[in-house]
């Protein structure tokens, strides 16, 4: 079955970096696009980066510039290279997607990992 692990999450000082993980299973990322997403309690969740099967990648102009993800097929591993961070980006980190979910079309993916705590605070 599809399995998806976030780590890399933590606490970091405005201006510093992280570098989230998502480790996959079920699936293979060379067939299926991928997002990551973030959510506050309370707020929307947010796309925050997708890359397609092909390796296309897109981004929020929130986060354009900052955040870039990549993938290693041979690892199953998405990355969320993250830089510059702001307190705004204090979120929940999910990786997630599903055999129907495309980048392009803004849908809601059937799987979800569990999640990592990105906190940005001086």
């Known amino acids: 079955q599809v399995q998806l692990v976030e780590s890399g999450g933590g606490s970091v000082q405005p201006g510093g970096s992280l570098t989230l993980s998502c480790v996959t299973s079920?699936?293979?990322?060379?067939?299926?696009?991928i997002g990551w997403f973030r959510q506050v309690p309370g707020k929307e969740r947010e796309g925050v980066s997708c890359?397609?099967?092909?390796?296309?990648?897109y981004y929020p102009d929130s986060v354009k510039g900052r955040f870039t993800i990549s993938k290693d097929n041979a690892k199953n591993t998405v990355y969320l290279q993250m830089n510059s961070l702001k307190p705004e980006d204090t979120a929940a980190y999910y990786c997630?997607?599903?055999?129907?979910?495309?980048?392009?079309?803004?849908?809601?993916?059937?799987?979800w990992g569990q999640g990592t705590q990105v906190t940005v605070s001086s």
């Open positions: 997630a997607t599903d055999i129907n979910y495309y980048c392009l079309d803004n849908s809601h993916p059937d799987y």
């Open positions: 079920g699936f293979t990322l060379d067939m299926w696009d």
């Open positions: 890359i397609s099967a092909d390796g296309t990648t």
